[in-house]
């Protein structure tokens, strides 16, 4: 595409004013009317409905970044379910990379990304350095009720292990493009393909073979009509605005395109705006610059070296979302529900090779029946002892960089001095406000009980579908004939999934009285997804676990099963029998290791939160934090209840 001239004259100075001027007040005009429709609302939550009203394209690029010592860096950008990266740059201590890439700010979309810059090493993986998150919506509004838009904004890059600590700065430049322009930008696109003698216009022979391009039948059929509708003003021809009027309002009616001519994705949704959208994204040509390599779920596959891609290429290991067993099984992703985008859980090879090795094959399990069971109970006993231990404070700092950018140390209540053995960091508290809980005074919102990747099933039938894997799993094998009822055995399944690195009290995702605990003796398989998916053997079942049962006014009797995992050998409650609880209030704790947490509602008690279901139903666990909504009572909601509207995730 050729360059335009440096200079303008005033009349086209004039005009790009006004034509900027017009955009932005369009723009604004959208995002008034979503803040218009929920003026009785608190003022934060004004924000929060215009952003999730709000459909668009923003184009995100980053610029440069100033490091705090030299090296070779690349960048990495997350937003939702996808990650792209950018080329190394060759500046040692101010990275220059001028990459950019256009995202979809959707309704109830993601919307905040993440930028991860690391110091480069090709052999193997990358290291990771700094981060800073975006919440482009934020930013949108910026725009908007501003008179200017920065050129760039620079932004800190954060420590991954400490937050507050600054190791660097990042200029990027974030712009939206106006809903009207993305119309015309895909209708001049899309008649380009057939305007065969390039005067901008569309014959009606021209008009004729776009509409059969599309491969709509129905449209196909009736082409003439559409041309006559089209050709507003009646010259024979059909202009690009005219294209592009006559694109929004039929798929708003009825869909001129069903499927991505690009992507091949279907378009589902009724919604013209995002469907153009869509295929303006598919369709774009960038502007010139670097464009980020794609292609990627998470950063951490963006940055690794040469090796792990050629175990790809050899069918060693790969990246997807949902149930992977051999090495595929080393990389574990879930769905951030706060940031809504996917993350990988890190855990150390060699344990992962170990794990496979035991769970994944009859002659791993084999082992098990010959006295491997007695061996892992000795060997958690034995490294409960060692983490109780003084000595065992020096691994305290190893820990941490371990999971440096799944660890956020901001929050817990003492500093790390406070720690004298590994075991009192591990059961860390949390200050005060740390975990706000959503719908506090409304007993009849049920609540996540813990910091974990959770799974949930409507039914035990549904979860054997979808997540456990193993030998005749049922609810009465989990909960034990003397506690488990007919009214479980149809009942809703809720799975929180702790790892090492998350804060491990749990607490009552309810309101309501304890009634009992049950101790249940067992053995101490891993719960990661490797042993959970296995065919070989049922860990849920077979692990050793305590069965409290909490009766509730708004969902009925609730089974809370705290189960032991590899590693942890003590599990403790503080709470007793007969005490009332109230959700949110914390339950008890895991000492060192993984461990899960299982919730069992009554048939037909509890209405889970749908992003919830959908994201297990795609055998995808869901990263959480105590306080978030979990789901409805069902009894509560046949009521007539007040509307959920203000109550959210999580502040």
């Known amino acids: 595409m050729g360059q335009g001239s440096s200079r303008e004259d005033s009349s086209s100075a004039s005009e790009s004013s006004s034509a900027s001027s017009s955009r932005r ?5 959208r995002l008034h009317r979503r803040r218009h429709r929920s003026r009785s609302n608190s003022s934060s939550h004004h924000k929060h409905l215009a952003a999730e009203d709000f459909v668009g394209i923003a184009l995100l690029s980053l610029l440069r970044a100033e490091m705090k010592f030299k090296d070779k860096w690349l960048a990495c950008l997350s937003f939702g379910e996808q990650t792209f990266r950018t080329h190394t740059s060759d500046q040692t201590d101010k990275p220059v990379w001028n990459a950019e890439k ?13 930028i991860s810059v690391f110091e480069t090493n090709k052999m193997h993986k990358n290291t990771l350095i700094g981060y800073c998150e975006i919440d482009l919506l934020e930013f949108l509004t910026r725009e908007l009720e501003s008179d200017s838009s920065p050129e760039c904004e620079t932004l800190n890059l954060l420590d991954p292990s400490s937050p507050d600590k600054v190791v660097g700065e990042i200029s990027v430049s974030i712009s939206v493009e106006d809903p009207i322009e993305t119309e015309k930008s895909f209708a001049r696109r899309i008649l380009s393909i057939v305007d065969y003698n390039e005067d901008g216009h569309l014959s009606l022979s021209e008009f004729s073979d776009l509409i059969t391009a599309f491969g709509n039948q129905v449209a196909a059929n009736k082409k003439e009509e559409m041309f006559k509708a089209a050709d507003k003003n009646g010259d024979g021809v059909v202009s690009m605005d005219e294209l592009a009027d006559l694109l929004a309002i039929q798929q708003e009616k009825e869909p001129l395109i069903n499927c991505c001519p ?3 994705e279907t378009l589902e949704v009724p919604d013209k705006l995002n469907h153009m959208i869509h295929l303006s994204l598919c369709f774009d040509e960038g502007t010139g610059k670097q464009v980020m390599t794609g292609g990627f779920l998470t950063d951490k596959q963006a940055n690794y070296g040469w090796m792990f891609k050629l175990s790809e290429w050899a069918h060693f290991s790969s990246y997807d979302v949902g149930l992977n067993s051999g090495s595929s099984g080393s990389h574990i992703l879930v769905f951030d529900r706060r940031t809504k985008r996917l993350v990988e859980e890190l855990i150390d090879g060699k344990i992962a090779l170990s794990m496979r090795a035991i769970y994944q094959s009859k ?13 892992l109970q000795s060997i958690s006993e034995k490294q409960g002892r060692k983490m109780n231990s003084v000595e065992s404070a020096k691994d305290i700092p190893t820990f941490i960089e371990f999971f440096k950018d799944q660890l956020n140390l901001a929050e817990v209540k003492h500093p790390l001095e406070h720690f004298k053995t590994f075991n009192q960091f591990f059961v860390r508290e949390l200050k005060p406000g740390a975990r706000p809980v959503a719908c506090p005074e409304r007993d009849d919102v049920a609540v996540c009980g813990a910091d974990c990747r959770l799974t949930a099933f409507r039914s035990v039938d549904d979860s054997l579908r979808f997540w456990i894997k193993g030998r005749k799993f049922s609810v009465q094998g989990l909960l034990g004939k003397d506690i488990c009822s007919s009214t479980f055995i149809d009942g809703t399944l809720v799975i929180f999934r702790l790892a090492p690195q998350d804060y491990h009290r749990f607490h009552s995702p309810v309101s309501g009285t304890v009634e009992q ?25 077979e692990n050793k676990r305590v069965v409290s049962i909490i009766s509730t006014a708004e969902f009925g009797k609730v089974a ?3 189960i032991g995992a590899t590693m942890v050998g003590s599990i403790t409650f503080l709470k007793k029998e007969g005490d009332h609880v109230k959700k949110g209030d914390e339950f008890g704790y895991f000492s060192f290791g993984g461990s899960t947490v299982i919730c069992v509602f009554e048939k037909d008690a509890i209405e889970i939160d749908e992003d919830l279901l959908a994201n297990s139903a795609r055998s995808l666990e869901t990263l959480v934090y105590v306080g978030m909504k979990l789901g409805v009572s069902k009894k ?11 109550c959210v995730l999580q502040d």
């Open 560 to 562: 809370f099963v705290a």
């Open 517 to 541: 605990f049950v101790k249940v003796p067992g053995c101490l398989y891993t719960v990661n997804p490797i042993a959970v998916n296995s065919k070989y053997c049922n860990v849920f079942t």
């Open 102 to 114: 256009k995202l979809l700010l959707d309704k109830n979309g993601p919307r905040v990304a993440r």
């Open 636 to 646: 509560q909601a046949n009521v007539g209840l007040p509307n959920l509207q203000n």
């Open 363 to 375: 002659l791993g399990l084999g082992l098990m029946d010959t006295g491997a069971k007695e061996l």
């Open 262 to 264: 690009v992507c091949g």
């Open 25 to 29: 007040s369009r723009m604004k005009q």
